[in-house]
T-cell receptor, first 112, second 110 residues
Framework: DTGVSQDPRHKITKRGQNVTFRCDPISEHNRLYWYRQTLGQGPEFLTYFQNEAQLEKSRLLSDRFSAERPKGSFSTLEIQRTEQGDSAMYLC??????????FGSGTRLTVV | QKEVEQNSGPLSVPEGAIASLNCTYSDRGSQSFFWYRQYSGKSPELIMFIYSNGDKEDGRFTAQLNKASQYVSLLIRDSQPSDSATYLCAEGGGAQKLVFGQGTRLTINP
């Protein structure tokens, strides 16, 4: 495993449905981040884990969003009752030290 | 609320010339800065990071940091068409949570 893996790559869902995304970080990385990116904008921070502990969650994140990282390994991001405004690229990243982090390929969500 | 500002472009540069990308940030206490490159439809990839005032060079890329003026820049020498991408500037917060600018779209013209 040489990179951050995200699954699925693409997800189309109907408004009101729940969706769950998975992220597998680089194995030796203890920090894991979720970001959201819309067209023409930079990535926007959603939440962050150090090992299994969720240490920060953006106040922009509504209660419909939840993330977990059981046992400090992979992470899941769930969006409940999806809305059209949730359509975006959801990026996962991981890091160990202080020299920036590695992004996964992202999950593109389209809510119709 | 920390902010990072970039000119969204597009910035058009002829092949072989120097491309100069700039970024300003709002938090005077910020310590670390990162440049990511993002090709269309792909995820960001780290190019360089810089912590200290001055220049840091890596191949054709040079990052410049001026903490007094709160700006960061990225120079790309001998620009190639493959350098055409969106360049994202980011400021590193506690535990390395990054705040990104909106990105500058760069086009290198053959």
């Amino acid at each position: 495993d040489t990179g951050v893996s995200q699954d699925p790559r693409h997800k189309i869902t109907k408004r009101g449905q729940n969706v769950t995304f998975r992220c597998d970080p680089i194995s030796e990385h203890n920090r894991l981040y979720w970001y959201r990116q819309t067209l023409g904008q930079g990535p926007e921070f959603l939440t962050y884990f150090q090992n299994e502990a969720q240490l920060e969650k953006s106040r922009l994140l509504s209660d419909r969003f939840s993330a977990e990282r059981p046992k400090g390994s992979f992470s899941t991001l769930e969006i409940q009752r999806t809305e059209q405004g949730d359509s975006a690229m959801y990026l996962c990243a991981s890091s160990f030290g202080l020299d920036g982090y590695t992004f996964g390929s992202g999950t593109r969500l389209t809510v119709v | 609320q920390k902010e990072v500002e970039q000119n969204s472009g597009p910035l058009s540069v002829p092949e072989g010339a120097i491309a100069s990308l700039n970024c300003t940030y709002s938090d005077r206490g910020s310590q670390s800065f990162f440049w990511y490159r993002q090709y269309s439809g792909k995820s960001p990839e780290l190019i360089m990071f810089i912590y200290s005032n001055g220049d840091k060079e890596d191949g054709r890329f040079t990052a410049q940091l001026n903490k007094a003026s709160q700006y960061v820049s990225l120079l790309i020498r001998d620009s190639q068409p493959s350098d055409s991408a969106t360049y994202l500037c980011a400021e590193g917060g506690g535990a390395q949570k990054l705040v990104f600018g909106q990105g500058t779209r760069l086009t290198i013209n053959p």
